[in-house]
């Protein structure tokens, strides 16, 4: 480790050579390791752990300490927004995030604007906590839930298979429905601009569903509402990298890179790493996508992807990472394989 590689996750984001392939992966602190799962039940609820500066900032820095990265993200979750506007937030074990509906016009008008930043302080403590302590190498990333999937949680009152009752919202046309992605527009503003100001260096908005939405619906509901979020921060002097991450969007990615001015876009596994150098390293950074079940599992499949992955997509133009969030149940030995293979091949 040296102190210039910080600069690989920076400089790949403002397409300069960096001296090695930057390398993160997306919920990289949680259930997986055994400190966190410690941390956690000191905690009580995961509610706790995120709000209380103290812990929620180790827990940033846990896999820090097992693996050589590239960067921290900050430890919260993309559920506070709606939590911070007023809707009732709680998480049930083995069934997830448990939210008040918002599901009409009066839903709608009840949340509030005014208390979000104040809501989220203890977050933004969190950040200034972790700042002195992650070392002078490590870039540290802030993030939220974009529009349509922050939504899906609020209008589903949670998890939902197929997000039926958000997709009739959205595609029948519903007034309410554009308000409540408005107001999650301005909500995103604030919080990622008080981010930046509390300390992180780089921003991800997180579109887990974008897949859900057809052509026509995407650019209004995914394309748009992130478009006005980095116009939003843009506007207010806000000047850190930004990454949107809209998973399943497949070629869509090429539409998604083509409406909103992003240094990086994050890839789902399912996206050809061959398509994905014809087609978008010209033109953004890209970020992923070995399949989190290829590190769960482990093996000689684990290695032979990996090897895929860097060998196809050059490290200039590359951040490695999952094409989606790591299992609970992966073995921190194979992310150790996974880490060694990538710095193996590119010889850092
Ligand atoms: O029980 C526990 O300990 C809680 C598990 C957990 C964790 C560790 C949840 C509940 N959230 C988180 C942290 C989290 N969530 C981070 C932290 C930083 C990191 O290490 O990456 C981030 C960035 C998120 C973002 C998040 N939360 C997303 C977007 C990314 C994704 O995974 O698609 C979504 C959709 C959520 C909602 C959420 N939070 C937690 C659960 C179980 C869920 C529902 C997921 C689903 O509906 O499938």
């Known amino acids: ?121 203890p977050v933004f403590n969190t950040i200034k906590t972790v700042k002195p302590e992650l070392d002078s190498h490590v870039a540290f990333i802030g993030f939220c839930g974009a529009p349509w999937t922050v939504a899906t949680y609020m209008i589903e009152g949670g998890t939902s298979q197929d997000r039926f009752l958000s997709k009739k919202a959205a595609f029948s046309g519903e007034t309410w429905f554009d308000v409540l992605i408005d107001k999650l527009i301005i909500a995103s503003i604030d919080y990622l601009e008080a981010q930046v100001r509390a300390g992180v260096e780089v921003i991800q908005i997180f579109d887990s569903w974008a897949s859900d939405l057809p052509d ?42 083509k409406a909103i001015d992003m240094q990086g876009i994050g890839v789902e596994s399912s996206l050809p790493v061959n398509w994905i150098r014809e087609n978008l390293i010209d033109k953004v950074a890209v970020q992923g996508n070995l399949d989190p079940v290829l590190l769960d599992i482990g093996g000689p499949g684990l290695k032979e992807n990996v090897r895929h992955i860097v060998s196809n997509i050059p490290m200039d133009r ?26 193996e091949f590119d010889g850092s």
């Not at 600069?7 to 790949?12: D, F, G, P, R, Y």
């Open 1 to 121: 480790m040296n102190s210039d590689n910080k600069k690989a996750l920076m400089s790949v984001l403002a397409n300069e050579k960096p001296h090695r392939r930057p390398l993160w992966f997306m919920r990289q602190a949680g259930r997986y390791l055994e400190e966190y799962r410690n941390l956690r039940k000191t905690a009580g609820s995961f509610l706790d752990l995120c709000y209380n500066p103290d812990f929620a900032a180790e827990v940033t820095i846990q896999p820090l300490r097992r693996f050589d990265l590239d960067a921290a993200i900050l430890f919260s979750d993309i559920l506070v927004v709606p939590q911070a506007m007023g809707s009732e937030l709680g998480f049930v074990q083995n069934e997830g995030p448990k939210l008040s509906v918002t599901r009409s016009m009066a839903d709608v008008e009840k949340l509030e604007l005014s208390r979000v930043n104040e809501f989220l302080d």
């Open 216 to 257: 026509l619906q995407r650019e209004k509901y995914c394309y748009k509402p992130i478009a006005k979020i980095v116009a939003g921060l843009r506007e207010r002097g806000v000047q850190v990298p930004i990454i949107g991450f809209a998973k399943g969007l497949g070629a869509g990615q090429l539409d998604f890179v």
């Open 318 to 343: 590359h951040i490695f990472n999952l094409g989606h969030g790591v299992r609970q149940t992966t073995e921190v030995d194979h992310i150790h394989i996974m880490v060694d293979t990538v710095r």
